[in-house]
């Protein structure tokens, strides 16, 4: 990697820094938008993964799920992340796929893996494959797993039409290790760090307006609800953040070395 490529990745940390703490969508977007653009993909998707309670005995997957996800580009006829969720579905059923095996791989440590370089060329001829990567052009894909703690991890993947080059990998990697900050603020907007359990669709809304100056009731007015149900939300939001204010909550975000 030349110092042009590395000072714009720079830049580009930089550029993280200035949105707001409730712009975490549009912030992931930009991130994921030059990266794909340096590392050859024509998309990519951050993904925030738990590992729940419970009995793991037997479980290949380790008991983690996916919390949270978004995508760069939505997936027709899917006007949102809803091609990728379909995946995510096969993995809440515990229906084995080779490729879900790829992230348990040492899990708890900074680390890549991709298709092309990890899964046996048979897998490419799967209706696993084709129903989910092959019908919308992806050839190959690589992640960037970066744990939080030994219970949380963020994931961000991209999707290539061609097999990533160990430069364009090394990139990406390198993108993605030097922001910790960043990975803690993007699950913290999910309730997938602190929260003692992940918010709701409607309390991330609420949340997102809560982490700026705005009132209940013009919260209320934003997202179309009552301001009693609005509060509800507020005092839920608290508690699964084990915060009693705004002020506290939004300390939170500020404690980016957390």
Known sequence: MNATTREDIHRVWDELSDFEVAQSAQAVACLMAFL???GNAWNATWAGAIRVDGNRDGDPLQGWR??????LHAIAPHPDEGHFKEILQVWDRREIDPSFLLPMRDVGAFRTYSFRRELPAGWFGSPFYELHYGSVGTFDAVFVAFPLNEDCESHFGFYSRKRFTDEE????AYALRGIKWFH????LSH???MASSPLTPAERKVLQLLLTDASEKHIAHQ???AASTVHQYVVSIYRKFGVRSRAGLMSLWLNRAG
């Open 184 to 187: 803690r603020y993007l699950m």
């Open 223 to 225: 997202v179309g609800t």
């Open 191 to 193: 309730g997938l760090l």
């Open 36 to 38: 794909c653009d340096r």
């Open 169 to 172: 990998i090394a990139l990406l």
């Open 66 to 71: 996916v919390g949270a996800v978004q995508a």
